[in-house]
Nanobody, 128 residues
Framework: QVQLVESGGGLVQAGGSLRLSCAASGRTWSRYAVGWFRQAPGKERECAAAISWSGGTTYYTDSVKGRFTISRDNANNTVFLQMNSLKPEDTAVYYC?????????????????????WGQGTQVTVSS
């Protein structure tokens, strides 16, 4: 079992920055691909960013490219989402999710059903 705990959410003005953290415990973290998902009220959940277990490959949905950066520190069992130039439309609950990757250090996943473990979520609110 893997337990995930997100932190770093909050209220920020448009144009500001936040850094989300996803801390993992329970098992060896380094072989887990991780995704950051978000869900705004009345909208479907979407994968904002994802990273392979090696950190060598990453994914960003189009609306966050150039503004968000996903990274990981396997020695400290943590994945980060640096969010810059935030917009009101980034307002959502952000969740991190993890799945053990058994085949390739380069794989990441962008669909929720592909993940086995989820955190409780952290609220990000961007005011205009």
């Amino acid at each position: 079992q893997v337990q995930l705990v997100e932190s770093g959410g909050g209220l920020v003005q448009a144009g500001g920055s936040l850094r989300l953290s996803c801390a993992a415990s329970g098992r060896t973290w380094s072989r887990y691909a991780v995704g950051w998902f978000r869900q705004a009220p009345g909208k479907e959940r979407e994968c904002a960013a994802a990273i392979s277990w090696s950190g060598g490959t990453t994914y960003y949905t189009d609306s966050v490219k150039g503004r968000f950066t996903i990274s990981r520190d396997n020695a400290n069992n943590t994945v980060f989402l640096q969010m810059n130039s935030l917009k009101p439309e980034d307002t959502a609950v952000y969740y991190c999710a993890a799945v053990e990757e058994k085949y390739s250090e380069y794989f990441y996943y962008t669909e929720g059903y592909e993940y086995d473990y989820w955190g409780q979520g952290t609220q990000v609110t961007v005011s205009s």
